[in-house]
């Protein structure tokens, strides 16, 4: 799986600008706010979709954010520095973005896996997972 090729049309031709950002600029990158947030059923599928972002890893800053590996004030630490890319599940996502620990200021694309897990759940019928008319 090459997700690179797809993020990369996303963004333009200054993929790498928009993507990689390496430095907090006031008013224009804040900690905590990432360019891709990636939502999988779990921490193994989310692991398998930022593995298909390989070659971004080593240019921007990517965080997985999974409950079963890291407490939340942990997880709330690495949310303090710049992030490019941010993973996990929505439970996840959601409570740090209600805790104000994740910002969407600079949010440009939210890949949601829609592959189905063992259990036969995928993001669009996964139990925890609810759809809000507004």
Known sequence: MRLEKHIKEAFGAKWKEGLCEGKLIEGKIEAGSPAV???ATSALRSIELLRGMRSFAKECHAVKLFSKHMKIDEQVSL???IVNIASDTPSRIKK???IEALGLSRLSVILLDIHT???GY???TFPQVRFVDS
Do not use: A, E, R, T
Request: no cysteine.
């Open 37 to 39: 947030l990636v939502l």
């Open 79 to 81: 949310l303090k520095n």
């Open 96 to 98: 740090l973005i209600d």
């Open 117 to 119: 897990d063992v259990k």
């Open 122 to 124: 995928s993001l669009l």
